[in-house]
């Protein structure tokens, strides 16, 4: 063999030995000559939906009894912005029932829910609201002057009626709002300090979320003769000193999307606060029955 025959068998020998070392892989593809693939990526967590805007109001509710405007009627006109002076104290008088102080005394309130003892927390005379409406054990309150304190949260969450939302109730059945009303679009016989579906304040005297805000009520209740309604309920509110119901009438007893009849179990009842779900504190709660005309 010459050389020249050696080289060619030394080649072939050579090419053979490569052959067997490298395993076969199939055709050559474009798939086999991609990158490795990666694995996918995960889903960046989305967060949750906003919830829709609250209503401002509504046009599928009853018409109010002098026929103006429907209940809760957005299209009303919104009360004026008055920027009310500073907040003052105003300690009980002598005469008042104190209903709530400056201590953790719970005793003249109740579960208005099955009548035990208040769930809301309280801590160095504020109280909180919880889960559920309160309301005082005395329950045959007639006419009376009434000073509450309340604050809506520092922090906005919500808009309309679902920020700051609870409510005053006058006999039991008679509301006077108490809502976050700064800068907070709402249909106007929804807003603080109004009689709930029935008439809004003169003016809006709100404060801002987290300031100490005051009613003062002189309230009268309605008279019977027997089943019949010889009067009805009166109110004068002063929100934060400043005037915005004189001596207005109810129309009866105040409710969402109605106006129901008055009944004579309402010439009488207790003062309670509500739970709507929203964070509202109160403090420096009193009283003072009033003697009926003679």
């Known amino acids: 063999m010459n050389a020249k025959s050696l080289l060619v068998v030394a080649c072939f020998a050579s090419a053979a030995a490569v052959a067997v070392a490298q395993p076969f892989d199939g ?12 694995p996918p990526a995960r889903p960046n967590p989305q ?9 401002t109001g509504y046009q599928d509710t009853p018409m109010q009894p002098n026929g103006k405007w429907h209940i809760h009627d957005g299209t009303r006109p919104q009360p004026i912005v008055v920027k009310p002076g500073a907040m003052q104290p105003a ?5 008042a029932i104190v209903l709530l102080g ?18 809301w927390p309280i801590a160095d005379g504020v109280l ?43 006999n039991a059945v008679f509301e006077i709002q108490v809502l976050d009303s700064f800068n907070n679009k709402t249909y106007p016989d929804g807003q603080a300090s109004a009689m709930y579906g029935q008439f809004p304040p003169m003016v ?6 987290g300031e ?51 009944e004579p179990s309402n010439a009488k009842g ?8 929203n964070p509202v504190r109160f403090r420096n709660i009193w009283i003072r029955p009033l003697k009926a005309d003679e």
């Open 27 to 38: 055709p050559r593809t474009a798939a086999n000559d991609a990158e490795p693939q990666q």
């Open 47 to 55: 967060p949750p939906p906003t919830p829709p805007p609250a209503p």
């Open 91 to 95: 300690p009980p008088p002598a005469d």
């Open 102 to 119: 400056a201590g953790t005394d719970l005793s003249k309130w109740q579960m208005t829910q099955g009548g035990g003892a208040v769930g």
């Open 128 to 170: 909180s609201s919880g889960r559920g409406m309160i309301r005082t054990k005395q329950d045959d309150f007639t006419d009376y002057q009434l000073h509450v304190e309340f604050a809506t949260p520092s922090e906005v969450k919500g808009d309309s009626q679902g920020r700051g939302n609870s409510g005053v109730f006058l």
């Open 204 to 209: 809006n005297a709100s404060r801002g979320p």
């Open 212 to 262: 100490w805000q005051s009613y003062d009520i002189v309230f009268s209740a309605p008279r019977f003769s027997g089943t019949t309604l010889e009067k009805p309920a009166m109110v004068t509110v002063l929100h934060n000193g400043v005037a915005v119901h004189n001596q207005r009438a109810f129309w009866g007893p105040t409710a969402h999307k109605a106006i129901p009849p008055y």
């Open 270 to 277: 207790f003062i309670g606060l509500q739970d709507h779900g």
